[in-house]
């Protein structure tokens, strides 16, 4: 569902054609690792494997990115979001911040990378005032100003007038998320093949031996599944099936307006514009895997955008999609080795921050691999902390 969504509408034909020529890709049989998944976790993991000379195959069940990580707001935002979790996901958000700056300049990458802000503008966001909101999330080492309406007008002219202050977070940056699963695919030496799932496998010894998909059998070195909030392929082979569940979110989009915004801006909702012209908002959050936009949710989020941007006032939003966060019950990801089973990782479950944090998580993922341990400390992300 999450192809309706404005991210795949707004590709160019050669990357539409390059998102195609992935579908049912023959597979390699005996690569190093095998990656399940193709949302953005599983590419940006691919990439960094291929980065130190791993054979990489990636097999995904739908279309790259065609989940989660083709629905969700492009937001590269650890200090807007970092206040909501403890330092551990703080720790990565930062550095996985600055390793999506780095990525621009490098060969292959093109996926519309700004660090145009953020401004949260709505009273319900603070508890007394902007100033003491900023003054919070300095004491947390989280980078964030407090600005007065005049600041506000200053940065974002065309919002409602009458906006007294906010907060400003201006490191907080923005990428097309479906361009940035293909630059990844694009930039490693894996291989992807799309339109093909895994359906089990045998462990024997405690490792993985095989994995079985609709393009036959695998015999890979490690095995990392990055499904999302989907487990059903590899349940089978752990007493305590990890606890992966979605929360569905509904984004809506309007035809290419004229320059209206610069950051993202939180009102009572996200909003914010694309460099082709489409203002998008919406986000919200119900749990399930909702597939189908809904019409009431959609005339809410328009009436929201419009009471906070006047010139979007009976602008139509003809886009509608939805995509289903995979979330755990504490929010943050696992990122751990299944228990039992040597040479397989897991590395999912990244609630509304999987964007975020891809770049880390395939770090953590190659250094794992690769060197056998992380570099960083990830009992925060442990599969036995439930
Ligand atoms: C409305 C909304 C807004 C969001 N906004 C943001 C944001 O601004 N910033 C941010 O950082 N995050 C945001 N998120 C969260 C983010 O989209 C997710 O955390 C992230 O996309 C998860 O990526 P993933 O690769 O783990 O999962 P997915 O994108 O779900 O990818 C998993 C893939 O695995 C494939 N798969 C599953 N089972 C199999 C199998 N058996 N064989 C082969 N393939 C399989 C699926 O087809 C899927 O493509 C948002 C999410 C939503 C829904």
Redesign the pocket.
Known sequence: M?QDSIWFATLNDTERAELRAYAGREVLTTPDVLI????????ATAYSLSQQGVQVQV???????????????????PDQ?GIEYPEAFRNLARRSRDLWGKLPARDGFDFDWRVNGFVTVDPMHWETSPEDLAMHLLSEGLSAHAIDGEQVKLLEPHLRSDITGGVHYPSEAHVH?VKAVLSFARASTAQFSSE????SMDVKNGRVQSVQ?TAGTIQPGHVIA?????A??FAAQTPTPPPLTP?????IATAPQPPLLKNTVLGKA?VFQLLTGEVVT???MVEGDATTPDAQVTADFAKMAGDLLPALKDVPFPHAW?????TTPDRL?ILDRLPGVDNFLV????????????PITGELMTEWTVAGKPSLDLTSFRWDRF
């Open positions: 999450s399940v998944g193709g949302g953005i976790v599983g590419a097999v995904e069940a739908g279309t790259l990115g065609g989940l989660a990580s083709g629905a969700n707001a492009g937001g590269i935002w979001q998320p093909t799932r895994a359906i998909t990055a499904t999302g909030w989907m059903d392929w929360i569905s979110g509904q984004m996200i919406g986000g919200s939805t995509g289903a966060r995979p990801p590395a999912a479950g990244h609630f509304k921050n999987g964007l975020l944090l891809a």
